[in-house]
């Protein structure tokens, strides 16, 4: 007595341990060089995953700026031209403050703003079995529409 | 024998305590006096975090409704209005049941389905070290399209 | 001394076993016989999250695919015919590569992989006491905008 042998905790407490909550946070950094651009980012969420051990859960990864997104879709060039000429049409860069009012701020980035809620500010993707849990041709992309400055990406998984 | 010592679960127990996985669960009432517009819910919303003690997890914020929003951008008027006129342009307000089918049902309001579809149902927040994870800009808002009347906004925290 | 009496490990563990991590995987399929439609699949989630026997958590549901959306809406027939004459005038069929320079690898859905970012990836339900935690008028639908083959749903809810 007095002390309980190392195997006194085993009555199922190895199962629990798989079953501890564990959490995970990154921050992703990013320079584009242009007003508006799109960065395939899947490597990088894969090597936080990899770095979190978490096997199964959650992983949100968001834009931490209000003119740039997060989201998932194909990493075929043509579409993500496509993208930038159809986000110029339903929200065309204007510096002006007429047409954005946002722009009398002394900002000349309204038209960013609009862009981000098209494409959306974050994506939650399934772990399972350590792995992001995709359909085939998921890739998570920044879109920028506010460059050449610095911005970052959260991502934070959580799980077990 | 007969029993384990207090201090014979210790054997790691007090770092499991603090992975237990904790929810929380608040319902946030809005009543715009207008058909359509914003407010900033961040206070809200981190005063239910704080109520919740988790300090490592998700949290989640969605409109009970599908007519209004909840989305993350910036809190500058001009801008809230700025995307108030823009949704107009994407999806008018019109009672008649020519332009929204949905209008067919009696209802006048099938404009704000669009709308809200645009701005988004939900957001999903990184907690960390007790606080919202946010970048320097971000603001939690609801986006009402349909108001004069009382509506719901969830807020669903997990973790730890 | 040898072996821990089986009350041994219960001083608060049975509490924590009720706040173990869980984690359910269900994977959906769906063949729409048109290009473009809408299925209510909020059934098929209540089923899996009722397999899962998770009471507290976050349930995720997403297209594995890039050219279709889970969203939460109202089930109105009229209101499914708005959103899909609404998305071919934001977004119009057109298999030629001028439009949509994605059509030039020899696809022809370019407007399915926007119609998708409109009416986005995935949602996010709150389960709270075992329910999608939903207002009254919240329905889960999958829109496909490029049919005519198999495509899949992904379901992952973690919680306790």
């Keep these: 007595m007095g002390f309980v042998p190392l195997f006194g905790c085993r009555c199922g407490l190895e199962d629990r341990y798989t079953h501890i909550m564990k959490s ?12 508006m651009g799109f960065v395939n980012i899947t490597p990088q969420v894969r090597e936080a995953l990899r770095e979190s051990g978490i096997r199964e859960g959650l992983c949100l ?15 075929e060039p043509g579409l ?10 339903l929200a065309p860069f204007d ?20 862009k981000r809620q098209v494409m959306g500010r974050e994506v939650v993707v399934a772990v ?17 529409f506010d460059g050449n400055r610095r911005k970052r990406v959260l991502v934070k998984i959580i799980g077990e």
Tied chains: 1, 2, 3.
């Design 61 to 75: 990864v968001n834009s931490m700026h209000i003119t740039s997104s997060v989201f998932i879709n194909d990493d």
């Design 95 to 114: 510096p002006s403050p007429e047409r954005y009012h946002h722009n009398r701020t002394g900002e000349d980035n309204g038209d960013a703003h609009h």
């Design 24 to 35: 995970h946070r990154k921050v992703l950094e990013f320079h584009l060089r242009s007003r």
């Design 128 to 144: 399972t079995r350590g792995q992001l849990d995709f359909g085939t041709w998921e890739q998570i992309f920044y879109g920028e």
């Design 80 to 89: 993500l031209e496509d993208y930038g000429r159809w986000l110029e049409k």
